[in-house]
């Protein structure tokens, strides 16, 4: 769902969405002008804002109108994933926190994906060593040792069919709230290699990744991450 919403800009409405469903744990919900104005403090957003937003989760038909009962029904997040036909059960625990800074979020959960697979295939192998070893020998190792991964935003943006532009954006916003860490890698060039690198650049057509920093040049490479984000499984729910 994460990757859908940031995949078609619906950042907004998933925010209230959220918001309604840490609120209306029932999925009931009376919107009078009273829950509009909690929601409005809630999300620091005009009333204007949280209406429109509303109507936004109306025509995704996220949630409806209960003529009968007269309240709105907010649609569970299990009947979404199958109206969208998602596989993936994987889940994020949100809480009222995120729906401040929702964008953090959703961008930490985007690069968290790739960080895992990254993990999985560069460093299980020495894990398995690591555990095949005699109990004798002497081994200095943590687990408190920070596992970082390459993730460039070129792959996010091929992956997850974004703008270079907003999975940049994504990865600073995630950084700033503290949700993943990014470590810059850089190679420093001789005076001579410049011009070649430049030049290679502009022949790829790719941007140039030349930087200057201290009175010597560098090519910026891919940004190493590390973050501790967890999603859960969503247990499938069987209807009676």
């Not at 989760?57 to 998602?86: G, N, T």
Request: charged share 30%; hydrophobic share 30%.
């Amino acid at each position: 769902m994460c990757n859908w919403v940031v995949q078609n800009n619906s950042e907004n409405p998933f925010r209230l969405y959220v918001y309604l469903k840490l609120s209306y744990p029932s999925g009931k919900i009376h919107w009078d002008n009273y829950n509009i104005d909690c929601a409005s403090l809630t999300l620091c957003k005009t009333t204007k804002t949280i209406k429109s937003n509303f109507s936004r989760l109306e025509k995704l038909e996220w949630l409806h109108y209960d003529e009968d009962y007269q309240f709105y029904r907010l649609m569970s997040l299990e009947k979404i994933r199958q109206k969208y036909d998602w596989v993936s059960r994987r889940a994020y625990p949100f809480t009222y926190k995120d729906v401040t800074h929702i964008r953090a979020t959703l961008g930490a959960i985007i690069y968290t994906q790739p960080y895992k697979t990254y993990c999985r295939k560069h460093f299980k192998r020495s894990s398995n060593v690591l555990k095949s070893r005699s109990a004798d020998e002497t081994i200095t190792f943590s687990c408190d040792i920070k596992k970082y991964a390459e993730v460039s935003v070129l792959s996010i943006k091929d992956f997850f069919g974004i703008s270079i532009n907003k999975a940049v954006r994504l990865k600073q916003s995630a950084e700033r709230w503290g949700l993943i860490e990014v470590k810059k890698q850089y190679l420093k060039l001789q005076k001579n290699q410049v011009y070649a690198a430049k030049k290679g650049n502009e022949y790829r057509d790719e941007s140039q990744n030349i930087v200057f920093l201290n009175g010597d040049y560098y090519i910026q490479q891919i940004d190493k991450i590390y973050t501790e984000l967890y999603f859960k499984r969503r247990k499938k729910i069987e209807t009676l």
